[in-house]
């Protein structure tokens, strides 16, 4: 079955190293997201990509960086990680346009920052 | 500023019918959607208006009027695993999707 896998699902760091959150979907989805989930906050979205080579901010894009190189994967990269980017990290993919709400979600990747 | 507006929980009974409302205030509209979260869970997908009316999916349904930028989720016959948050989302003018904080929903047996 296709299906979108977010890797790893639990990872603590310290203030100021690099983390990579890895995405990958089978699906051969066009459009791919990074939201953060934080409580009493609705998903807000980091970055996105309409297909290969296409990367475009999000909301709450600062601090964090992404690149598509190929259709399945859009790795999320905290250059130099803060306690403000504690949070849990959902990767999302979708079929068609831009103006597709439907999103298939990854299992979440919870980051904590000391 | 763009706004999404739920209420943060609700607590029903199993077998009965619970009504999540959800208003808000965008950038333009190409879409509501609401998605269910069970606890420690990804959010999935559980349906989509764009047109005023309402929308029949088995237990589920959907409203929406669009001139009083207004949602809301109908849930019947309540089950125990109906249990979860709710969550309301708008697709504004620039095919960004915005979210509500969503409604965490108790059933109690």
């Known amino acids: 079955d296709a299906e979108i896998t977010q890797s790893p699902r639990h990872k603590i760091t310290e203030t100021g190293r690099q983390v990579t959150l890895a995405c990958h979907q089978t699906?051969?989805?066009?459009?791919m997201f990074w939201y953060r989930q934080d409580l009493g906050h609705g998903l807000r979205l980091i970055h996105y990509?309409?297909?290969?080579?296409?990367?475009n901010k999000g909301e709450v894009s600062d601090g964090y960086s992404v690149s598509r190189s190929n259709t399945e994967d859009l790795p999320l990269t905290l250059e130099s990680a803060a306690s403000s980017q504690t949070s849990v990290y959902f990767c999302?993919?979708?079929?068609?346009?831009?103006?597709?709400?439907?999103?298939?979600f990854g299992e979440g990747s919870r980051l904590t920052v000391l | 500023g763009q706004n999404i507006d739920q209420p943060t929980e609700m607590t029903a009974t199993e077998g009965a019918i619970v009504q999540i409302n959800c208003t808000y205030q965008?950038?333009?509209?190409?879409?509501l959607f609401w998605y269910q979260q069970h606890a420690g869970e990804a959010p999935t997908f559980l349906s989509y208006?764009?047109l005023d009316g309402l929308e029949e999916k088995g237990r589920f349904s959907s409203f929406l009027s669009r001139s009083k930028g207004y949602s809301y989720l109908l849930l019947k016959e309540l089950q125990m695993k109906d249990s979860a948050s709710y969550l309301c989302?708008?697709?504004?003018?620039?095919?960004?999707?915005?979210w509500g904080a969503g409604t965490k929903l108790i059933i109690k047996p």
């Open positions: 999302a993919s979708s079929e068609g346009g831009r103006d597709t709400g439907e999103l298939f």
């Open positions: 699906w051969n989805h066009n459009n």
């Open positions: 990509s309409y297909g290969v080579q296409d990367t």
């Open positions: 965008t950038s333009g509209f190409n879409g």
């Open positions: 208006n764009v």
């Open positions: 989302a708008v697709m504004d003018s620039n095919y960004q999707l915005i």
